[in-house]
């Protein structure tokens, strides 16, 4: 019977002329994936920050080599623009930067935000939302949902 679970990621980006803020909850599993992948290394960052109340530098999932051996193909072999780095705007030389599904504590739902994303216009983040959108599909697809494959083979001699 195939597994026709469903993964759901809320990605909410407010803006105004001084700040924009994108509000992220992704699937426990999803941050599961993350963490087991970075073997729960953590690093701060010194330009994203969470606004959740007060603002502090944000947490995220370190970029291990484990990590960068499962997720450097994937990002490699999507024919999307994407690049991976904490810290770094949302939007560079027109790749998207999927380092944001890191951010420890997504699966509660979060608040980031960076001063240099509000250099990118309405066009850029929608297509900033829809990209992340079809790299988390694919991650959840082929690497994250649990899949069960059977077979039976019968042959006569």
């Avoid at 770094?88 to 509660?108: D, F, H, M, P």
Wanted: charged share 25%.
């Amino acid at each position: 019977m195939p597994n026709n679970k469903k993964c759901q990621i809320e990605l909410e980006i407010r803006r105004n002329l001084e700040q924009t803020d994108i509000y992220i909850k992704i699937p426990p599993k999803f941050e599961s994936f993350f963490k087991k992948l970075c073997k729960n290394q953590k690093q701060t960052s010194t330009m994203w920050h969470t606004t959740n109340g007060t603002q502090k530098s944000a947490k995220f999932y370190k970029e291990t080599e484990n990590y960068k051996k499962v997720i450097t193909p994937r990002i490699n072999s999507m024919c999307l623009s994407l690049f991976d780095d904490y810290g770094k705007s949302l939007i560079q030389n027109n790749e998207n930067n999927i380092a944001i599904l890191r951010t420890v504590g997504a699966s509660k739902g979060i608040y980031v935000t960076a001063k240099e994303w509000s250099n990118a216009d309405n066009i850029d983040f929608e297509k900033y939302v829809r990209t992340l959108a079809d790299f988390a599909k694919n991650l959840w697809t082929n690497l994250i949902s649990e899949k069960k494959v059977t077979a039976k083979i019968t042959f006569q001699i």
